[in-house]
């Protein structure tokens, strides 16, 4: 079971096609999507889980795909089962939406943080172990009640993202 590949499909917008996936792929030297996201997926699984609980419950807030560009796609990735029901278990345990928002999230995140630090050194960084107690501090000192759930992933993960070296462990 753990080798088989489930197919899964999620839209994105055709402006997050062309620029930040296309951009990915050139940056990251790796011909398929599946196999970029895989990747991206191994270097971040383990700190996804403790992002999402600083937010905690998504209240299954409908996740915009993209304000600015109304085209959208349909985009398809082949994702071991294992790294499907991680997906899945995050869907329900934060209350999000959709699985798809997940995969946009970390799509962006990476493209963000290779945007900001070159690819090399957002590696090196996102490598390290988060300090999510000083995050936390930061990011509710930083919210409001008043924004809805996407403001608050977006804060989240541009808080992350413009202060990385910061929120890293160094040994």
Request: charged content about 25%; glycine content about 4%; cysteine-free.
């Amino acid at each position: 079971m753990k080798n088989k590949k489930h197919l899964f499909h999620f839209i994105v917008s055709e402006s997050m096609n062309n620029n930040v996936i296309d951009f990915l792929l050139k940056e990251f030297k790796i011909n398929t999507f599946s196999e970029l996201f895989e990747t991206m997926f191994r270097l971040i699984d383990k700190k996804i889980s403790k992002m999402k609980k600083i937010i905690g419950n998504h209240r299954s807030e409908y996740a915009v795909i993209d304000n600015t560009d109304n085209k959208r796609l349909d985009k398809y990735l082949r994702i071991s089962e294992s790294d499907y029901l991680q997906i899945k278990r995050w869907h329900s345990l934060y209350n999000e939406f959709g699985m798809a928002s997940t995969v946009r999230d970390i799509i962006l995140f990476f493209y963000n943080g290779v945007m900001k630090y070159g690819l090399e050194g957002f590696l090196e960084i996102v490598g390290k172990k988060l300090r999510i107690d000083k995050l936390k501090n930061d990011f509710l000192g930083k919210m409001t009640q008043l924004l809805n759930m996407t403001a608050q992933k977006q804060l989240l993960y541009a808080l992350i993202i413009e202060n990385y070296p910061k929120y890293v462990y160094y040994t």
